[in-house]
């Protein structure tokens, strides 16, 4: 996991360094004070998917290089075979694994999440980003916080939302929550 961490901070200052932008510049685009994305590509913080996103759509660079080191290659179609697919686990509670890496020039980035549950009282981590969001509940339950409002999903339930709101999710009742979730531009 920290290591995960350490090598997205690495690929950020490689981009960074390569299109000769500054931190601030960089931190501008991800809504993010200087300092905070400085540690990021230290590897001493997280940096959310949205943020790589966002880093991503405005450098021209695919969320993947920055994620996983790695291009997209396929046109027509691409496969993700059970268990397989890309995977980062950028915090202890959160793993992710990308069921659409390899394809290129995607309008939809789809993962599994897996979200281990914190304690009796955590603080959800807010979250908005450009387009629309679906989270499909595989197994557990999701708390839910969207625009205000708190919602919670049980197995088979799915939600549809703006991205743009705060959001932010939770695995309820102390067991472990996986989710399909798609982001779309």
Same mark, same amino acid.
């Not at 994305?37 to 943020?51: C, H, M, P, Q, V």
């Not at 759509?57 to 290089?65: E, I, L, M, T």
């Not at 686990?89 to 890496?101: D, F, G, I, P, Q």
């Given at each position: ?20 932008? $500054? ?7 991800? /809504? *993010? @004070?200087? %300092? &905070?994305?400085? #540690? ?35 046109? $027509? ?7 397989? /697919? *890309? @995977?980062? %686990? &950028?915090?202890? #509670? ?48 999701? %708390? ?42």
């Amino acid at each position: 996991m920290e290591e995960a961490i350490k090598q997205i901070g690495l690929r950020l200052v490689g981009l960074r360094d390569a299109l000769e932008l $500054s931190a601030r510049e960089v931190a501008e685009t991800c /809504g *993010l @004070s200087e %300092e &905070r994305y400085l #540690a990021i590509e230290r590897g001493e913080a997280d940096i959310t998917i949205s943020n790589i996103m966002k880093i991503a759509r405005k450098y021209g660079v695919s969320a993947d290089a920055l994620m996983f080191a790695e291009e997209p290659t396929m046109r $027509s179609y691409f496969v993700t075979r059970r268990g397989k /697919g *890309l @995977s980062v %686990e &950028r915090v202890k #509670a959160y793993k992710y694994n990308s069921l659409t890496s390899g394809f290129q020039k995607r309008l939809a980035d789809v993962f599994i999440v897996t979200i281990e549950p914190k304690g009796p009282n955590a603080k959800m981590y807010k979250n908005r980003h450009e387009g629309q969001e679906f989270n499909y509940v595989l197994e557990g339950r999701m %708390e839910l916080f969207i625009d205000g409002k708190t919602i919670f999903l049980e197995e088979g339930d799915s939600i549809y939302f703006d991205a743009s709101k705060p959001h932010g999710m939770l695995a309820a009742d102390g067991r472990t929550l996986k989710i399909l979730a798609v982001a779309i531009e």
